[in-house]
């Protein structure tokens, strides 16, 4: 399940309520990493670069708020990229804005880091090989995610050891840090000084022929079934 029912906490609550296993983080957690600006303050907080960003709603939004040359524009509660939008000029951000606005109260205006697109999947204790994400138009959107070929993927990233052993362990860290349980997906963005940037967590990777988390779990010759059946038997022991 994705986006706001499915990721945000609200059915992990009802299936605490009625005492039913399930997969994945808590509900509280869950909440918490689905709010892109709570997990940035939070990593923030621990030494852990993250975008500068600023959260908006239609009350408070003034184009003085910000001073970023490119921005990425979203809804701060959403997933899949829906309501998405990068814009490099000030006159688009009133349309960018209204779009985010159409799929949750607030937005978040976060600066553009150029570089490369990269993600790390977490499985139990374990940080799974970096892939490089390549979309065909630029822009890794919904349509750039969900429909098949239009996205290129390098597994493992090239990317050096050392560099991709600090990347993993900075995944790790925020999965820790948020208190995830079983398995989430740390997406950055790594810069032309090779430094990495973190822009969200995923609580429930997705799980389709395009999706990234199988694609990192096979790379270590685990099964799309020998992955579901690891993910469910670390949710009976959380």
């Avoid at 688009?92 to 205006?109: P, Q, R, Y």
């Avoid at 959107?141 to 996205?151: H, L, Q, R, V």
Wanted: charged content about 25%; hydrophobic content about 35%.
């Amino acid at each position: 399940m994705h986006g706001v029912f499915g990721e945000d906490g609200s059915i992990q609550s009802i299936l605490d309520k009625n005492n039913i296993i399930y997969n994945g983080s808590m509900s509280n957690s869950s909440k918490n990493c689905f709010d892109k600006s709570f997990t940035k303050k939070t990593v923030n907080d621990n030494n852990i670069l993250t975008p500068d960003f600023t959260i908006v709603d239609k009350k408070n939004f003034s184009n003085h708020n910000y001073n970023f040359r490119k921005s990425v524009i979203k809804p701060n509660k959403q997933g899949s990229s829906v309501g998405f939008s990068i814009i490099d000029d000030k006159n688009k951000i009133s349309h960018a804005l209204d779009f985010a606005l159409e799929h949750d109260t607030h937005a978040i205006i976060e600066e553009y880091i150029e570089g490369r697109e990269i993600t790390v999947s977490i499985l139990g204790n374990d940080a799974l090989p970096i892939i490089e994400i390549k979309p065909n138009h630029g822009i890794y959107d919904y349509m750039a995610k969900y429909t098949k070929g239009a996205s290129n993927y390098i597994c493992p990233a090239d990317i050096s050891e050392s560099k991709s052993d600090e990347i993993k362990d900075i995944a790790l860290k925020t999965h820790k840090l948020l208190n995830c349980k079983v398995y989430s997906r740390v997406d950055f963005r790594l810069d032309k000084n090779n430094e990495c940037w973190l822009l969200e967590i995923n609580t429930l990777p997705g799980m389709t022929e395009t999706s990234l988390f199988p694609m990192a779990a096979k790379a270590i010759g685990l099964s799309f079934e020998d992955l579901i059946d690891k993910i469910i038997k670390l949710s009976l022991e959380k």
